[in-house]
C-alpha cells in the first residue's frame, strides 16, 4: 500500500475519531449523571433517530467486511449470512421490541426479574449478557485489525495489535465519558457514513457491469477457481453431513440470537413509548434491508474484480475484500480514484467498528452495575452509583476485549459474530420468551434457562474445530475437538428451551399468578411501563 493511501486514510480515520470524541466531550458536558441518562440517554430519541442508531449498531464490521469477504471467497454460501442476519428482525419486531421496552428498564434482566426472585435471575442473565457483548466484540477487534494491517502494509502483526488497542481505547471513552446519548449519536453518523459508502461502492460494481447482474455473476464464477459451483449451494456448507448440519445450526443462531443481543435489546429503551420502539424497528428494517442486498453485490463484485485468490492472499478469511474492491474500483493501485476511494471505504470501515464497539460496551458495562453489582454487593459496604460502576466496568470489558481480539485476529469477522449469535440465542432468547409468554414459568427456570443454554454454547465452541484440532483453528498445534460442528446452535439452543422447561416444572416454587398478570398487562399495554 502507498504512502499516499496511508496518509488519506488515516487523515480520514483522524477526522472522525476527532468528531465522534468531539460528540462525546459536548455530551458529557451537559449530561446530569443520572443512570437513565447514562444508560437510555434520557429516553429522549425519536423513532427516526433510533432507527438509525439500531442501524448503526447492527451494520458491523462483521456485515460490511466478513459478509463481503465471505461471499467473495464462497459464493452463494457466503450470501446465506446476509439472509441469516435480515430475517432475524422479523422475531424481533413481532415478538421482542414493543414488549421488552414496555417491561424493563435499562437491561434484559429488568423483563425477566419483573416477576421472579431479583437475585439469581439478575446475576444469570447479567453474566450471559456481559459473555455474548465479549464474543462480539471480539469480532469488531479482529476486523479494526485485519483493516489497518493491510492500510500500513499487509499483514503487520503490530500493527494490527497495536490497532487492536487502540480501538479497546477509543470505546472505553467514548463509553465513559458519554453515555448512550454521545453512543447514539456516533451510531448515527456511523450509519449514515456506511450506507453513503456503500451506495456509491455498489453504483460503481453495477456501472462496470453496465446493469448486468447476470454478467457480474458470470464473471465473480470465472474469477472464483470454483466455475459454476460457486454459484450453487454446497460450496462451504455442503458434501459431508456435517458440513450440512453446521448450516442449519448457522441459520438458527442468525435468525434467533438477534432477539437475544444485549445491545440491541438496549437500544428500545431510548425511546419513550413503546410504540415508538416498534416504528424504530421499521426504519431499521429498511436501512439494514437495503444494506445487505448491497452485500450481495459488493461480495460477488469482490470475487469478479478483484478475485477470489487476490482476496484470500490479502486476507485469508476475505476480510479485506471491499477495500481492495475500493481500490480496482477507483482505478487501482497508485491511481488517485483509487487512493481516494480505498482511504473513503477504510475509514468508514473504522467508523463502523468504532460506533458498533461502543453500542456493545454500554450494554455490557449496564449487565455488570445495574444487574451484577447490584445483586452481589454486600448490603453492610461501602455503596457506589451505578453510573460509576459501569465506568470502571467498560474499562474491565475493554481490556479483555482486546486481549481476545488479539488471540483471535486471523478468525473471519462474521464467523465470530455467529458464536455471538448462538450463545445469545441459547441463553438469552428462551428465558425472554418463557418470560414474556409461560404463565408458570419460575425463578429455578429462569436461571436454568440461562445457564442450560450458555454452558453448552461455550464448552461446545471449546471442543470444536474452530478451536483445536484444523489448520485453521485458534490453536492448530494441539487436538482436544470432540463437537465436529463449528457453530453450536443446533444443540446448544434447544438445550436453553429445554433447561428452562425442566427448572420450571420441577421447582417446589409456585408461579407468582399476580406478577405474571401484571408483566402480561403491562407489556402489552405499555401502563406503568417506566
Same mark, same amino acid.
Given at each position: 500500500?502507498?504512502?499516499?493511501?496511508?496518509?488519506?486514510?488515516?487523515?480520514?480515520?483522524?477526522?472522525?475519531?476527532?468528531?465522534?470524541?468531539? $460528540?462525546?466531550?459536548?455530551?458529557?458536558?451537559?449530561?446530569?449523571?443520572?443512570?437513565?441518562?447514562?444508560?437510555?440517554?434520557?429516553?429522549?430519541?425519536?423513532?427516526?433517530?433510533?432507527?438509525?442508531?439500531?442501524?448503526?449498531?447492527?451494520?458491523?464490521?462483521?456485515?460490511?467486511?466478513?459478509?463481503?469477504?465471505?461471499?467473495?471467497?464462497?459464493?452463494?454460501?457466503?450470501?446465506?449470512?446476509?439472509?441469516?442476519?435480515?430475517?432475524?428482525?422479523?422475531?424481533?419486531?413481532?415478538?421482542?421490541?414493543?414488549?421488552?421496552?414496555?417491561?424493563?428498564?435499562?437491561?434484559?434482566?429488568?423483563?425477566?426479574?419483573?416477576?421472579?426472585?431479583?437475585?439469581?435471575?439478575?446475576?444469570?442473565?447479567?453474566?450471559?449478557?456481559?459473555?455474548?457483548?465479549?464474543?462480539?466484540?471480539?469480532?469488531?477487534?479482529?476486523?479494526?485489525?485485519?483493516?489497518?494491517?493491510?492500510?500500513?502494509?499487509?499483514?503487520?502483526?503490530?500493527?494490527?495489535?497495536?490497532?487492536?488497542?487502540?480501538?479497546?481505547?477509543?470505546?472505553? $471513552?467514548?463509553?465513559?465519558?458519554?453515555?448512550?446519548?454521545?453512543?447514539?449519536?456516533?451510531? $448515527?453518523?456511523?450509519?449514515?457514513?456506511?450506507?453513503?459508502?456503500? $451506495?456509491?461502492?455498489?453504483?460503481?460494481?453495477?456501472?462496470?457491469?453496465?446493469?448486468?447482474?447476470?454478467?457480474?455473476?458470470?464473471?465473480?464464477?470465472?474469477?472464483?477457481?470454483?466455475?459454476?459451483?460457486?454459484?450453487?449451494?454446497?460450496?462451504?456448507?455442503?458434501?459431508?453431513?456435517?458440513?450440512?448440519?453446521?448450516?442449519?445450526?448457522?441459520?438458527?443462531?442468525?435468525?434467533?440470537?438477534?432477539?437475544?443481543?444485549?445491545?440491541?435489546?438496549?437500544?428500545?429503551?431510548?425511546?419513550?413509548?413503546?410504540?415508538?420502539?416498534?416504528?424504530?424497528?421499521?426504519?431499521?428494517?429498511?436501512?439494514?434491508?437495503?444494506?445487505?442486498?448491497?452485500?450481495?453485490?459488493?461480495?460477488?463484485?469482490?470475487?469478479?474484480? %478483484?478475485?477470489?485468490?487476490?482476496?484470500?492472499?490479502?486476507?485469508?478469511?476475505?476480510?479485506?475484500?471491499?477495500?481492495?474492491?475500493?481500490?480496482?474500483?477507483?482505478?487501482?493501485?497508485?491511481?488517485?480514484?483509487?487512493?481516494?476511494?480505498?482511504?473513503?471505504?477504510?475509514?468508514?470501515?473504522?467508523?463502523?467498528?468504532?460506533?458498533?464497539?461502543?453500542?456493545?460496551?454500554?450494554?455490557?458495562?449496564?449487565?455488570?452495575?445495574?444487574?451484577?453489582?447490584?445483586?452481589?454487593?454486600?448490603?453492610?459496604?461501602?455503596?457506589?452509583?451505578?453510573?460509576?460502576? &459501569?465506568?470502571?466496568?467498560?474499562?474491565?470489558?475493554?481490556?479483555?476485549?482486546?486481549?481476545?481480539?488479539?488471540? &483471535?485476529?486471523?478468525?473471519?469477522? &462474521?464467523?465470530?459474530?455467529?458464536?455471538?449469535?448462538?450463545?445469545?440465542?441459547?441463553?438469552?432468547?428462551?428465558?425472554?420468551?418463557?418470560?414474556?409468554?409461560?404463565?408458570?414459568?419460575?425463578?429455578?427456570?429462569? %436461571?436454568?434457562?440461562?445457564?442450560?443454554?450458555?454452558?453448552?454454547?461455550?464448552?461446545?465452541?471449546?471442543?470444536?474445530?474452530?478451536?483445536?484440532?484444523?489448520?485453521?483453528?485458534?490453536?492448530?498445534?494441539?487436538?482436544?475437538?470432540?463437537?465436529?460442528?463449528?457453530?453450536?446452535?443446533?444443540?446448544?439452543?434447544?438445550?436453553?428451551?429445554?433447561?428452562?422447561?425442566?427448572?420450571?416444572?420441577?421447582?417446589?416454587?409456585?408461579?407468582?399468578?399476580?406478577?405474571?398478570?401484571?408483566?402480561?398487562?403491562?407489556?402489552?399495554?405499555?401502563?406503568?411501563?417506566?
Amino acid at each position: 500500500m502507498t504512502g499516499t493511501h496511508q496518509t488519506l486514510a488515516l487523515v480520514l480515520f483522524s477526522a472522525f475519531v476527532a468528531v465522534t470524541l468531539g $460528540i462525546t466531550t459536548w455530551v458529557g458536558r451537559n449530561r446530569h449523571g443520572s443512570a437513565e441518562e447514562f444508560y437510555a440517554g434520557g429516553r429522549l430519541f425519536s423513532p427516526m433517530e433510533n432507527g438509525f442508531a439500531i442501524a448503526g449498531d447492527y451494520m458491523s464490521a462483521a456485515s460490511f467486511l466478513g459478509i463481503s469477504g465471505l461471499i467473495a471467497l464462497f459464493g452463494y454460501d457466503g450470501l446465506l449470512y446476509s439472509v441469516g442476519f435480515l430475517v432475524a428482525w422479523l422475531v424481533v419486531l413481532f415478538l421482542v421490541a414493543e414488549l421488552v421496552r414496555n417491561c424493563g428498564r435499562f437491561t434484559m434482566a429488568d423483563v425477566v426479574a419483573s416477576r421472579m426472585r431479583e437475585r439469581p435471575v439478575r446475576i444469570a442473565a447479567g453474566t450471559s449478557s456481559v459473555t455474548v457483548s465479549v464474543l462480539y466484540l471480539v469480532a469488531q477487534m479482529v476486523g479494526a485489525g485485519s483493516l489497518v494491517a493491510l492500510l500500513l502494509g499487509g499483514k503487520s502483526g503490530a500493527a494490527q495489535a497495536w490497532t487492536v488497542v487502540g480501538v479497546g481505547a477509543l470505546m472505553v $471513552i467514548y463509553v465513559s465519558l458519554g453515555g448512550m446519548r454521545a453512543t447514539t449519536w456516533i451510531q $448515527i453518523v456511523k450509519a449514515v457514513l456506511l450506507m453513503g459508502g456503500t $451506495i456509491a461502492l455498489t453504483v460503481l460494481v453495477l456501472a462496470r457491469f453496465h446493469g448486468d447482474f447476470n454478467q457480474l455473476l458470470r464473471s465473480a464464477a470465472a474469477r472464483s477457481g470454483h466455475g459454476s459451483d460457486f454459484l450453487a449451494p454446497g460450496l462451504k456448507y455442503g458434501g459431508s453431513w456435517t458440513a450440512r448440519l453446521d448450516f442449519i445450526s448457522l441459520g438458527l443462531a442468525l435468525v434467533l440470537g438477534t432477539a437475544g443481543l444485549p445491545h440491541i435489546l438496549s437500544r428500545f429503551y431510548t425511546v419513550p413509548t413503546a410504540r415508538a420502539a416498534r416504528r424504530s424497528v421499521i426504519w431499521s428494517i429498511g436501512l439494514i434491508g437495503s444494506f445487505y442486498l448491497m452485500t450481495i453485490v459488493l461480495g460477488f463484485g469482490a470475487a469478479a474484480i %478483484v478475485g477470489s485468490s487476490a482476496v484470500r492472499s490479502s486476507n485469508a478469511a476475505g476480510n479485506t475484500a471491499v477495500p481492495l474492491l475500493a481500490l480496482d474500483l477507483g482505478g487501482g493501485a497508485g491511481s488517485t480514484g483509487g487512493t481516494v476511494l480505498f482511504a473513503i471505504v477504510a475509514a468508514v470501515a473504522f467508523a463502523t467498528i468504532l460506533a458498533v464497539v461502543a453500542g456493545i460496551t454500554l450494554a455490557s458495562s449496564a449487565s455488570v452495575a445495574h444487574d451484577l453489582y447490584a445483586s452481589l454487593r454486600r448490603p453492610g459496604g461501602k455503596p457506589y452509583s451505578e453510573v460509576a460502576v &459501569a465506568r470502571i466496568a467498560a474499562a474491565g470489558i475493554g481490556v479483555l476485549a482486546i486481549a481476545l481480539g488479539l488471540l &483471535a485476529r486471523d478468525l473471519n469477522v &462474521a464467523f465470530l459474530v455467529g458464536l455471538a449469535f448462538a450463545v445469545a440465542a441459547s441463553a438469552n432468547l428462551p428465558v425472554l420468551l418463557y418470560s414474556l409468554f409461560w404463565r408458570n414459568f419460575t425463578t429455578r427456570g429462569a %436461571v436454568w434457562s440461562v445457564y442450560g443454554g450458555l454452558v453448552p454454547a461455550l464448552a461446545l465452541v471449546v471442543l470444536s474445530p474452530v478451536v483445536s484440532g484444523s489448520p485453521t483453528s485458534l490453536f492448530p498445534g494441539v487436538d482436544f475437538q470432540f463437537f465436529p460442528l463449528e457453530n453450536p446452535g443446533l444443540v446448544s439452543i434447544p438445550l436453553g428451551f429445554l433447561a428452562g422447561w425442566l427448572g420450571t416444572v420441577t421447582s417446589a416454587e409456585p408461579p407468582d399468578e399476580a406478577k405474571h398478570a401484571e408483566t402480561e398487562v403491562r407489556a402489552l399495554t405499555g401502563a406503568g411501563a417506566v
